[in-house]
């Protein structure tokens, strides 16, 4: 019996960082859309709209490699949102360097990002095993 997917620890994870990086590029870019940050000057405001863009794709790309008996789509997708998580990071990264004010939030991103990148290798691990008995 297949466990409710939004249930899972790794789905509510990726819903918390959505939360949380939206409300980091709402202070940072006061309160513009991605489509406006992506054309804004301030690279800051790309940086907060691609760290939301990246976000965006972790729910779906969870619900493809959990719903999907296909190997090969399920490894790409599961790199697909490792890299998403990489990004983030370095997305983060580069506010900070470029001197955004919002450390602390910044810190809880990353923090959450981690615990995320945690929960999803031990998700993977236990799907992949359920997947091939």
Sequence with gaps: ????????????KAQEIFKVSRAIACIISDNKNIMEMSISNNY???FAGEIV????????????????SNYNLRLKRANNIRKAARRMLIK?????????KETEFLNLLKSEIQ???????????????KKDE
Excluded: I
């Excluded at 019996?1 to 509510?12: G, H, I, N, P």
């Excluded at 615990?115 to 992949?128: G, I, K, S, T, V």
């Design 92 to 100: 983060c990264r580069k506010l900070e360097f470029n001197g955004v």
């Design 53 to 68: 863009s990246d976000s965006l794709r972790l729910v779906p790309s969870l619900a493809v490699v959990q719903n999907t």
């Design 115 to 129: 615990q995320f990148e945690n929960l999803f290798a031990d998700w993977l691990n236990n799907l992949h095993y």
């Design 44 to 46: 800051n405001h790309h």
């Design 1 to 12: 019996m297949e466990s409710d997917f939004t249930q899972l620890k790794v789905y509510r």
